[in-house]
């Protein structure tokens, strides 16, 4: 195409590249502009500041999340606490752990009679 614009002499390549360097120029000049420049900053700083708040709703959902398993896992923790509690207070074990102290304490006496 080059040769063929040369080729002609008619001016079309001087038309073509006035045409191009005043296209890039309203380019520029729109770039330029500071209401351009302005509307763009304030673009930029809004999405910035969405972008945060959807960061920190994130985080807020994941604090949620988590201090609620939390309280949840103490719960049943404390649940399953008294439950130990309480078997080793009453039925088998209990029975098991009276029947070994009284033993240990039979077994002192022995010892106390023998002298030792």
């Known amino acids: 195409m080059d040769e063929a614009l040369d080729a002609s002499g008619d001016g079309r390549r001087t038309d073509f590249a006035t045409d191009r360097v005043n296209e890039l ?15 763009r900053r304030a673009d930029e700083a809004f999405l910035r500041e969405h972008e945060r708040l959807a ?15 939390l309280l949840t896992s103490l719960a049943r923790s404390e649940s399953r606490t008294v439950d130990a ?30 002298g030792v």
Request: no cysteine.
């Open 55 to 69: 960061l920190r709703a994130v985080l807020d959902t994941i604090q949620f999340e988590l201090r609620e398993a």
């Open 85 to 114: 509690r309480t078997a080793r207070r009453e039925g088998d074990w209990a029975a098991r752990v009276q029947r070994a102290r009284h033993d240990d304490t039979d077994y002192q006496a022995e010892l106390h009679d023998l």
């Open 25 to 39: 120029a309203r380019q520029v000049a729109h770039l330029d502009d500071p209401a351009t420049r302005e509307r």
